[in-house]
């Protein structure tokens, strides 16, 4: 049962360049989401979806792009990376209506560095 | 503008005593309210959560109080083991008012429970 799984879990890049972080979910659930985790921060919304198609922007949303053609992915894009967008990125999964009062489910994060 | 705040950085306890952990929050519309725990290089599990008809709810060792005319709730450990030595974040929701699933976190309070 591999649940959530996120890759890579380590990734080094320089600025200016386009990467992808990749999530992929085995539950069927509907929502997914992706986090950044930075000191003195917490962790903070990028992005949402709600279903394959539906995504909305979250509280930190500049300078990424999410797709979810399918139910199962969401990856993560950085179209021009900058040195802010250093930070360790988790992906969470939540099954939906009908299953309030449940807690989102996270993988185990993709450690991004950019030099 | 924090709307869920843990105000304490870190808290160290000694082995077999009372850990306890404090979250504010500030939006009354919040009806769901979780503790994630996050070791190093590894994502946040789901510890225990409250919804806000309650005020109260445990589970083994932990216990979560939720005092909603203060909007304040508190995780309570008991006894504190060395393997709780983490990084614990308060998170809360809205479930019932269109943003079902989304939590918004508070930065984190480190726990750290020494033999």
């Known amino acids: 049962d591999a649940g959530i799984t996120q890759s890579p879990r380590y990734k080094i890049t320089e600025t200016g360049r386009q990467v992808t972080l990749m999530c992929h979910q085995t539950w069927s659930h509907s929502y997914m989401f992706w986090y950044r985790q930075d000191l003195g921060h917490g962790l903070r919304l990028i992005y949402y979806s709600a279903a394959a198609d539906i995504t909305d922007k979250g509280e930190v949303s500049d300078g990424y792009v999410v797709s979810r053609s399918k139910t199962e992915n969401f990856p993560l894009t950085l179209e021009s990376a900058t040195r802010s967008q250093t930070s360790v990125y988790f992906c969470?999964?939540?099954?939906?209506?009908?299953?309030?009062?449940?807690?989102?489910?996270f993988g185990d994060g993709t450690r991004l560095s950019i030099l | 503008d924090q709307q869920v705040k843990q105000n304490s950085p870190s808290l160290s306890v000694q082995e077999g005593r009372i850990s306890i952990l404090n979250c504010d929050y500030t939006?009354?519309?919040?009806?769901?309210f979780l503790w994630y725990k996050k070791y190093p290089a590894e994502g946040p599990t789901f510890l225990i959560s409250i919804s806000s008809i309650k005020d109260k709810n445990e589970d083994g060792r932990f216990t979560v109080f939720l005092n909603k005319s203060a909007k304040h709730l508190s995780l309570h450990i008991v006894p504190s083991q060395p393997g709780d030595s983490a990084v614990y974040f308060c998170?809360?929701?809205?479930?019932?008012?269109?943003?079902?699933?989304?939590?918004?976190f508070g930065k984190g309070t480190k726990l750290s429970v020494k033999p």
């Open positions: 969470a999964t939540y099954p939906g209506q009908g299953a309030e009062n449940q807690p989102q489910h």
């Open positions: 998170a809360a929701s809205n479930n019932y008012g269109g943003s079902q699933g989304n939590l918004i």
């Open positions: 939006n009354s519309m919040f009806d769901y």
